[in-house]
T-cell receptor, first 112, second 113 residues
Framework: TQLLEQSPQFLSIQEGENLTVYCNSSSVFSSLQWYRQEPGEGPVLLVTVVTGGEVKKLKRLTFQFGDARKDSSLHITAAQPGDTGLYLCAGAGGGATNKLIFGTGTLLAVQP | DSGVTQTPKHLITATGQRVTLRCSPRSGDLSVYWYQQSLDQGLQFLIQYYNGEERAKGNILERFSAQQFPDLHSELNLSSLELGDSALYFC????????????FGSGTRLTVV
């Protein structure tokens, strides 16, 4: 069974602080995605990383895929209240079904 | 609007009842996925359909079933409902492979009383 563990589970920070969320697994994934979910809505795709060691930047968000394609991190610089939400990593295992396995989630609250 | 439409948005029903959740995928997407999200279990994969055929099954109970119709919309049927079935149910769609990411609907919040 493929499992994705995220840490921390909860994070409450002040506006302007930096933070890093981790996503770890013992399984290898063909790609890894990060989503953000706001209350009452479905998750929204932020980024997909596919190559081991790949780094992608999306404004103040930096995503990294581990060299062995088993883990990933999300770093937010100068967090803003609009970054508040549930962050989910999701791994695609490949194969015919290629369904996504979602991580346990990190709930981020950015206080103004 | 993500392009994935789920109805109804909220559903309150009694134990033992049967409900049907509906999903219309984003235009052009052939794959539909159903997920259940609860506080203690996170997002759990239930079932996937691709162009009308079942492609993969996850942690879906025998009381639950789904299908995808020729127009690609999908329905998730939940029967003999129990209190523990209360959760958010999400439908997502993708072009073909999950590799490129899912587009999620807004979900159906099911409350069993």
């Amino acid at each position: 069974t493929q499992l994705l563990e995220q840490s921390p589970q909860f994070l409450s920070i002040q506006e302007g602080e930096n933070l890093t969320v981790y996503c770890n697994s013992s399984s290898v994934f063909s790609s890894l995605q990060w989503y953000r979910q706001e209350p009452g809505e479905g998750p929204v795709l932020l980024v997909t990383v596919v190559t081991g060691g790949e780094v992608k930047k999306l404004k103040r968000l930096t995503f990294q895929f581990g060299d062995a394609r088993k883990d990933s991190s999300l770093h937010i610089t100068a967090a803003q209240p609009g970054d508040t939400g549930l962050y989910l990593c999701a791994g695609a295992g490949g194969g015919a079904t290629n369904k996504l396995i979602f991580g346990t989630g990190t709930l981020l609250a950015v206080q103004p | 609007d993500s392009g994935v439409t789920q109805t109804p948005k909220h559903l309150i029903t009694a134990t033992g009842q049967r409900v049907t959740l509906r999903c219309s995928p984003r235009s052009g997407d052939l794959s539909v996925y159903w997920y259940q999200q609860s506080l203690d279990q996170g997002l759990q994969f239930l079932i996937q359909y691709y162009n009308g055929e079942e492609r993969a099954k996850g942690n879906i109970l025998e009381r639950f079933s789904a299908q995808q119709f020729p127009d690609l919309h999908s329905e998730l049927n939940l029967s003999s409902l129990e209190l523990g079935d209360s959760a958010l149910y999400f439908c997502a769609s993708s072009v073909e492979a999950a590799h490129y990411g899912y587009t999620f609907g807004s979900g159906t919040r099911l409350t069993v009383v």
